[in-house]
């Protein structure tokens, strides 16, 4: 099942490319792709060693650096302000937050991106913000008597569609090795102030007479500032542990809330690099799961032999299944036999996972966090109807009771509707079919802010080892999009976790995604499964141009409604009080699976009918 749902996915990354790739508004846009559900761990790799060069700008933007400015309006400037676009908070009346850097005083280089397109191009970013590309270049440094060579620096950022921020090394000025510091941050939120970056760039200029530095990127908006960059050897027996993850089930899912009803063993994997310039051995990482009672799992993962700068991945040789509930810390430690580490500070991570009774999800936002930040529409589609929502996997059969929905305490949601939908994903149509549904409910004031549990009114029904898509809803409003709701989101997890549907009710993937606060409640206490529905029966089923549809006498008025497989309603009628047989022209319906659904003040039903031309 897991190939199938890849090759799945694949294809919707052809047919909606253009809209997963999209450029998002400042305002709608999630984080940077990343390759793994944690990311990047958040550990600073702080440069221990001495350093042999260094540049803190105490001096202003060095004279005989260059700078390459393709724009023409934006070059890599020296300053002790933050950004003035009008990004910054202050609408471009004054500078934002300054560089908080070790040498801050001495002032630092921002490449205000922001700021430029707003002078010279105008609002809103969405329509006219340009593209801007602006580097600078360090004179040539001598490393030949340097068999290591670390590059460290602080930054200060933001940015948004994803961008790549480069720093380029080279050794003959022609080839040039590029990394991407951007380290998986979200768009429009800033980094923290300040990022301290360390790149090992041994193999490149490792005893090198000349050594060749840019620093540059292509962006719409916001602003990077950089200081305090240092070249230095290596410290000694140095592993760094990058990041480090778990997953759960078939599909080695990272789920931050586990129902006990659908715990599995969980395997915990570690990116280590070796940040030397020799090879080190044995190295690992050390495991342990925490939790109010003390530590109740200990393991270790395998052991690599790594090459200077080398990158590898070790896993855990046993597993973990959570047994009861509580709040449980999940710590790393990365470790090699090489000998003791002179820099324990990049070795260490940790993180909360949050096993319950019956709730599933996928962000990591504590219960009572308010979330200020979030998603509220594709910017192809503002003021349009819109879902949004993660892909999870259950364990057993099941059905969902309740979906958790977490509204931003952002003014333009109140007095707004919103809904969720349960989903599944059918490997042989390769469609995710509707299971479920909530209620409409309309947001007040006293929802800002918090995490809203929405009744199923049909239950969703799931399978063992399927996945499941659970969605928040709005139906739309203001064309420009300011009264749509917002979504909370929380951390960054891989592309192809959170799933979306535009106003033509057409997936679509984000590219770069944080977890949607949606999660499903697989016991809320309602009991759904014990209230008696409607009885609702078709003939005939495949059928073509008509159907008949039987249901319990009534004496509320039915509402009866197609809806496709992407939850779109296509057809819908109204059934009167006390009749109990209604025939429906469905001649304009395309081929394919719908769901029928029931709605009265008494009952609710759902089923399954099939269209064959």
Known sequence: MKVTLLTMIGACAIAFGASAQMQ???????????????????????????????????????????????????PWTYTDDGSWGNFNGNNATGPGDPMTSTTAANGYLICDIDSANHFTYGQPSGSNYQYLSSYFQLDTIDCSAEPSVILSFEQFYRYNNGVAMNVQVSNDGTNWT????????????????????????TPIAGNQPTVYIRFGWSARVYYWMIDDIALSGADANDVVLNEAWWGMGTFDYQLFRIPMSHAAPINFSSSLTNNTGATLTGCAADVDVSGTSGSVYTGVTNALDLAPVQIDTAVSTTNWTPTTE???????????????????????????????????????????????????????????????????????????????????NTAQSDGQTIYGE????????????????????????????????????????????EEILIVAGHYGGDVSGSDDVRFMYGQQVPEQMVYGFNGNGNLLYLTSPRAIVVRANFSCGLGLMDEPSTSLSVFPNPFSDQLTVNLDASSSVSDLKFVDLNGRVVLTETV????????????????????????SETANSTLRVEVIR
């Open 576 to 599: 009167p009080a006390g009749l109990s047989q209604v025939t429906f022209n469905t001649s304009e319906l395309a081929s394919g699976i719908y769901t029928l659904r029931l709605n």
């Open 326 to 408: 509580d709040t449980y810390t999940v710590s790393y430690d990365a470790t090699t036999t090489s000998g003791t580490d002179a820099n324990p500070g990049n070795n260490s991570f940790s993180e909360d996972v949050f096993v319950t009774a019956s709730l599933m999800g996928l962000d990591n936002i504590p219960d009572g966090l308010v979330n200020t930040i979030g998603i509220s529409n594709f910017s192809s589609n503002t003021g349009n109807q819109f879902k949004i929502g993660n892909l999870l996997q259950v364990t057993n059969d099941d059905f969902v009771e309740c979906l958790e929905i977490g509204i931003t």
């Open 24 to 74: 998002i508004d400042p305002q709608d846009a999630v984080a940077e792709k990343t390759s793994r559900l944690n990311g990047a761990s958040g550990i600073d790799n702080v440069q221990r060693a001495t350093p042999f060069w260094t540049e803190d700008f105490a001096g202003g933007f060095p004279a005989t650096w260059t700078i390459d400015d393709s724009s023409g309006i934006c």
């Open 422 to 465: 349960v989903y599944a994903y059918n490997p042989t149509t390769t469609d995710f079919e509707l299971r479920g549904y909530t209620d409409d409910y309309l947001i007040t004031a006293s929802d800002l802010g918090t995490v809203l549990s929405l009744p199923m009114l049909q239950a969703g029904d799931v399978y063992a080892d």
């Open 178 to 201: 590029t990394y991407d510091v951007s380290q998986g941050q979200a768009n429009n939120a800033a980094s923290a102030n300040p990022v301290t970056i360390e790149l090992n760039i």
